[in-house]
């Protein structure tokens, strides 16, 4: 099991354009959590994903939005990209119902808008 | 609101000599406490968290609900130690964390 896997691992885009980042969980998971890293600082929670629906959602913009696939798989979606939207994005996956169950994270894609 | 704080950016420690990463936090409920690690080139992983009460590589935490703190400690470092550290709160394991900004530890040879 390669754990949680992310694409692609880096990308430049512009200002004003969108793009979309993929995730998919650790075997067996079913949930999965999207993060931004900015530099210097520590994850923040961007939305998370169940049954194909968003669960929870923390404090962005609707700019940021997401999908989840039968699969488990996920993407986020950013669109009409600023500058202070260059980060690091993280994916974990869990499973929604084992609540003692941790996060496993991705390696992250590196996102720089120009 | 949920708020994790971590106040040291870096911590240089020599090899041998005791480590303690801070981390204090605020949250209406019920928390529970994680500690992450990020080891050069590798994937942010957790290191452990208070439910289990483990010690993980030598390091342990212990959740102080009176003092709102879940420092990280080690009696002996070692340089494989070297890495960035966050502090993270939940309600469950699988659900939304907050993190703090991170600690970067250096174990000095």
């Known amino acids: 099991d390669a754990g949680v896997t992310q694409s692609p691992t880096h990308l430049i885009k512009t200002r004003g354009q969108q793009v979309t980042l993929r995730c998919s969980p650790k075997?067996?998971?079913?949930?999965v959590s999207w993060y931004q890293q900015a530099l210097g600082q520590g994850p923040q929670f961007i939305f998370q994903?169940?049954?194909?629906?968003?669960?929870q959602r923390g404090n962005f913009p609707d700019r940021f939005s997401g999908h989840q696939f039968p699969n488990y798989s996920s993407e986020l979606n950013v669109n009409a990209l600023l500058l202070g939207d260059s980060a690091l994005y993280l994916c974990?996956?869990?499973?929604?119902?084992?609540?003692?169950?941790?996060?496993?994270f991705g390696p992250g894609t590196r996102l720089l808008v120009l | 609101a949920q708020r994790v704080t971590q106040p040291e950016k870096l911590l240089s420690v020599f090899k041998g000599a005791p480590v303690e990463l801070k981390c204090n936090y605020s949250y209406s409920g019920s928390p529970e406490l994680f500690w992450y690690v990020q080891y050069s080139r590798q994937r942010l992983q957790l290191l452990l968290r208070h439910i289990s009460r483990e010690s993980i590589k030598g390091f342990t935490a212990d959740l102080n609900k009176g003092e709102t703190s879940f420092h990280l400690k080690k009696p002996f470092a070692q340089e494989e130690d070297s890495a960035m550290y966050y502090c993270?709160?939940?309600?469950?394991?699988?659900?939304?964390?907050?993190f703090g900004t991170g600690t970067r530890l250096t174990i000095i040879p």
């Open positions: 994903y169940y049954e194909e629906e968003e669960r």
């Open positions: 993270a709160l939940g309600n469950f394991g699988n659900e939304k964390l907050t």
């Open positions: 075997s067996g998971h079913d949930t």
């Open positions: 974990a996956s869990s499973l929604a119902r084992d609540r003692r169950e941790t996060q496993y």
